[in-house]
């Protein structure tokens, strides 16, 4: 049998032995076994037992990234009970829940036998406790009040709301919040320490802000391994092979295609936090601007990418018109409508129509299917009904980011659209991605190489005629791995 004592002196030490005690008299059930677990714990021991320690968690939900900090709170309070913890959250009442569970860790016996910091009885609220000590945690939201509260320890978890994911102006405010007021209220900035906590959910939010003030240490863990990684643990070594889920069995190959799928926030920052190098920020200044009347004539390709129902919360139906050229892609022309099927249809003919594409994509999903079902047959171009695969759009994007950043696409210097095309391109993922999908669509395409055959009949809008062979324009925005994916991938276009 273990003595108290060795069980006591063990959980004074080291921050494992007391979150995985800890875990077990809140939950009744063993914390996992699985190697992030002690990579994790070795990271918030690091923070504790080291003056000015700075760290970074980004993880995938429901990991018990929290749940461990929340333990790390008590345990710092433990060895500084005189020190104040602050936690900061999004809204107050999710802070509220992890001081909760921070007072309730310091009232166990386990605790006390431990620890010789005790709750102060005239101050237990669940958002502003002391300790007999001198010490205290205290609750509160990044919009809160905290003025006239100091820490020697700051906590700040989930600081966006997963409605705000792609909410710019609510990002940058929060960066500031956090680099201007959070981070003045530690006590001794040179000794405080600082914990951020959050999964990925833009390319701008706190845990990547906050990677870029210096002298953060980070914990970035995937969902599934994107490469092996070898990671120093304090019993050793763990080695995390590609493909691995973090915690083993926790997902079905089913269930993560699935996890794919989802829009916002977008799979690879949610799940993957941002690993594997896909995201490359794209600015607005990557797009130039042509005038219709200097477009080189030649073939034209029509991406059509429609909504499922009709409504202002609804996505919308885009159809764009393509012009591959040697100097890139030239979009010149968008519709953009919230619209039902049958409008949908005669937007179709009207740009058609008007554009005679030598050939035309549209998505084989939501309305595209029964639209697909009703022009086929009365095309004098290629139909291509195109199966999205199993790629999230945030993939689908990140296959194109190069052709972007180089300049090779190209807008209507004209066009009403172009701030709102640029706008969702940028901020990408938003609440809406149907621009982005046509576009990636057609690009994808572009890949394979299509022979274009030039269109039988002059459109009445850009003047669309007799061209050159679109080659030049595949090579100049495609490297080899873009093309050598889309080789692995023909059978998602199903020509008609």
Not at 221 to 245: D, I, N, P
Not at 343 to 357: L, S, T, Y
Request: aromatic share 10%.
């Amino acid at each position: 049998m273990v003595k108290m004592e060795n069980l006591t002196n063990d959980a004074r030490e080291t921050f494992e032995f007391f979150a995985r005690k800890c875990f077990y008299l809140d939950q009744g059930t063993h914390l996992s076994r699985d190697p992030f677990v002690t990579y994790l714990c070795d990271e918030l021991d690091y923070v504790c037992k080291n003056a000015g320690a700075k760290l970074v968690i980004t993880m995938p939900p429901r990991h018990g990234k929290t749940t461990i900090t929340s333990f790390l709170a008590a345990w710092y309070l433990g060895h500084y009970s005189s020190e104040t913890v602050m936690v900061v959250t999004y809204n107050k009442d999710l802070a509220e829940k992890i001081t909760y569970k921070i007072r309730k860790t310091m009232q166990t016996e386990f605790y006390k036998s431990s620890f010789a910091t005790r709750v102060a009885p005239d101050r237990r609220r669940v958002d502003d406790f002391a300790t007999k000590q001198g010490g205290g945690v205290f609750a509160t939201s990044v919009n809160g009040a905290i003025a006239g509260h100091g820490a020697g320890l700051i906590i700040v978890d989930d600081a966006l709301s997963l409605r705000d994911a792609s909410n710019v102006e609510q990002i940058s405010e929060v960066n500031r919040i956090f680099e201007t007021e959070i981070l003045s209220r530690l006590n001794f900035p040179k000794t405080g320490r600082v914990i951020v906590i959050g999964h990925r959910l833009h390319e701008n939010d706190l845990p990547a802000f906050a990677s870029t003030l210096g002298g953060y240490r980070k914990v970035e863990l995937s969902l599934v391994a994107v490469r092996t990684k070898k990671y120093l643990l304090r019993t050793g070594q763990w080695l995390r092979k590609k493909g691995e889920l973090l915690r083993a069995g926790s997902h079905t190959k089913r269930q993560i295609d699935k996890l794919k799928a989802q829009t916002l926030p977008s799979f690879d920052l949610f799940y993957q936090q941002g690993l594997g190098g896909k995201f490359r920020v794209v600015r607005a200044s990557d797009f130039s601007t042509f005038s219709a009347q200097t477009l080189t004539p030649g073939p034209v390709v029509m991406s059509v990418d429609t909504a499922q129902k009709t409504g202002v919360h609804n996505s919308f139906t885009v159809m764009q018109v393509w012009a591959p050229r040697a100097k890139g892609h030239f979009l010149v022309y968008q519709l953009r409508e919230q619209c039902g099927y049958q409008d949908c249809r005669k937007n179709f003919w009207k740009i058609f129509g008007k554009f005679r594409p030598s050939a035309v994509l549209i998505e084989n999903k939501a309305n595209g299917a029964a639209l697909i079902d009703d022009v086929r047959g009365r095309l004098n171009s290629k139909l291509f009904a195109v199966d999205p695969g199993l790629r999230s759009k945030a993939e689908r994007l990140g296959m194109h980011r190069g052709t972007i950043r180089k300049g090779l696409i190209h807008l209507p210097d004209d066009a009403l659209w172009r701030q709102t095309f640029v706008a969702e391109v940028v901020e990408f993922p938003s609440q809406f991605t149907d621009q982005v999908d046509a576009m990636t669509q057609y690009l994808d395409f572009m890949l394979e190489k299509p022979n274009l055959s030039p269109p039988t009949k002059v459109g009445s809008g850009i003047g669309i005629a007799l061209g050159t062979h679109p080659r030049t324009a595949v090579s100049s925005g495609a490297n080899n791995s873009e093309r050598s994916h889309i080789a692995l991938t023909t059978s998602r276009w199903r020509q008609y």
